[in-house]
């Protein structure tokens, strides 16, 4: 089945960098858009970036344009999202999802946390 796992969340400091990663498994990952999306405590799930298959297209949230970066790997069946600048508004739990065989597909998410 479908299975999505995330790593690389953490606690930093305003201004610092994490890089977040999504291994996949369970479908054909290179025929896939990928995004990732958070969850702040209190608030609704936001996308943050997508990215098409073959990674020509991305797209990314007006709060984090210019910031984070969406990226995969296709050989390795990796998404991946840099985060660079970070702010405490950053602070959330951070998913990655497929859309496969007509329904979402989600990780367990990774939590980042952004605090002096």
């Known amino acids: 089945q479908v299975q999505l796992v995330e790593s690389g969340g953490g606690l930093v400091q305003p201004g610092g960098s994490l890089r977040l990663s999504c291994a996949a498994s369970?479908?054909?990952?290179?025929?896939?858009?990928m995004t990732w999306y958070r969850q702040a405590p209190g608030k609704e799930r936001e996308l943050v970036a997508g990215?098409?298959?073959?990674?020509?297209?991305?797209n990314y949230a007006d709060s984090v344009k210019g910031r984070f970066t969406i990226s995969r790997d296709n050989a390795k069946n990796t998404l991946y999202l840099q985060m660079n600048s970070l702010k405490p508004e950053d602070t959330a739990v951070y998913y990655c999802?497929?859309?496969?065989?007509?329904?979402?597909?989600w990780g367990q998410g990774t939590q980042v946390t952004v605090s002096s």
């Open positions: 999802r497929a859309d496969v065989y007509g329904r979402p597909n």
């Open positions: 369970g479908f054909s990952f290179s025929s896939y858009v």
């Open positions: 990215i098409s298959s073959a990674g020509g297209s991305r």
